[in-house]
């Protein structure tokens, strides 16, 4: 009798679509940290559609966020991505979870109804993040990985103070808020600048996230799973 084998996973990886590298071919400098994948993010599971913790980016964005790595590099910094090409998939995952309703969690939304997430702008029906060219992001000092917990969002794993985690769904989570700290909003600063002077607009609501201004694909979404190589 045969034995039927299952798994979670594409036994091997499809090649990407045109235009899409993983990040590490392009800047294994850049230290990956993506959420999803894992437990550690606002759903407390594996998001559908990634398989493997690894960055998927247009050739052109990850191109663009390699020179931003060595611009901070001469500074002693690394930049930290917590997600990256995310698939229509995983989008619409995250909105059927959202849609389940729920109170407010103290460590990822601790203002806000889970069922109000969509209509308070935190989570997309959409996501920029499934046209392969936005991406989430922190700086850190090189070298230094040990786990900051901040009251809102994700541990950010030995980032810089930010002010909240990646993931907050917060007032405290846009930009220009004045509800953080002076070293907060100097960090935010930081990493604003640097991101723009590589072709990078930012989501005002969102410190963390950054659109290519002349993104490749502004008009298409894409449903590639997030595989290794």
């Known amino acids: 009798m045969a ?17 899409f590298v993983r990040l590490a071919d392009i800047d294994p400098t850049i230290r990956q940290d993506i959420r999803y ?21 247009t050739a052109h964005a990850a191109k663009a966020l390699s020179s ?18 995310r698939p229509a998939r995983a989008v619409a995952d995250m909105g059927k979870w959202t849609r389940k309703g729920g109170r407010p969690d103290p460590q990822w939304y601790p203002t806000v109804e889970r069922g109000d997430l ?21 700086i850190a000092k090189a070298g230094n990985k040990s786990a900051v917990h901040p009251t809102c969002g994700a541990p950010n794993g030995g980032t810089l103070d930010f002010g909240t985690g990646f993931d907050c769904f917060d007032p405290k989570s846009e930009t220009a808020s004045a509800l953080i700290g002076a070293e907060a909003t100097a960090n935010r600063k930081t990493l604003l600048t640097a991101m723009r002077a590589a072709g990078f607009r930012n989501y005002a609501r969102e410190w963390w996230h950054f659109t290519q201004a002349k993104e490749p694909f502004p008009k298409q979404r894409f449903d590639f799973p997030v595989t290794a190589n």
């Open 3 to 19: 034995l039927l084998l299952t798994t979670s996973a594409p036994l091997r990886a499809d090649p990407l679509p045109a235009g």
């Open 68 to 85: 931003v790595q060595r611009a901070i590099a001469a500074k002693g910094m690394t930049l930290v991505v917590f997600d990256c090409y």
């Open 37 to 57: 994948a894992g437990r550690e993010n606002f759903l407390h599971r594996k998001v559908d559609g990634y398989y493997t913790p690894v960055c998927i980016l």
């Open 118 to 138: 969509i209509a308070k702008g935190y989570i997309g029906e959409f996501s920029s993040h499934s046209r392969g060219s936005t991406v989430d992001l922190a």
